[in-house]
């Protein structure tokens, strides 16, 4: 069983930064797990952001996230982070850190590939 726990959210104001972190435990990263960050914004539905395969490093972003968010590993330290640039009140959400195995590439951006989720961080963006 693997346990995630998120953290890093806060609020910041407009066009700040944020890196977000995600810890795994229980369980350590292996070649067939993809990482992936969803977000939830206020009365709206949970939605993909980024994700990274462990093996290899390959990236998805959301067309949202592309350009300003980077997602990276560090698989000594069981840790994905999430670094956010230009902050907008659209990135305002509760974000998730989520892990599936042997996800193939079509399927990256759905909830369904991911067996293992965090509780969430939330992001709030000041004006």
């Known amino acids: 069983q693997m346990q995630l726990e998120e953290s890093g959210g806060g609020t910041v104001q407009a066009g700040a930064s944020l890196r977000l972190s995600c810890t795994a435990s229980?369980?350590?990263?292996?070649?067939?797990?993809?990482v992936a960050w969803f977000r939830q914004p206020p009365g709206k539905e949970r939605e993909f952001v980024s994700a990274i395969k462990i093996s290899g490093g390959r990236t998805t972003y959301a067309n949202t996230a592309k350009g300003r968010f980077t997602i990276s590993r560090d698989s000594g330290k069981n840790m994905v982070y999430l670094e956010m640039n230009s902050l907008n009140s659209e990135d305002a959400a509760v974000y998730y850190c989520?892990?599936?195995?042997?996800?193939?590439?079509?399927?990256?951006?759905?909830?369904?590939?991911?067996?293992?989720w965090g509780q969430g961080t939330r992001v709030t963006i000041s004006s």
């Open positions: 229980g369980r350590t990263f292996s070649s067939s797990h993809t």
């Open positions: 989520a892990v599936g195995s042997g996800v193939i590439l079509s399927s990256t951006a759905s909830q369904e590939a991911y067996a293992y």
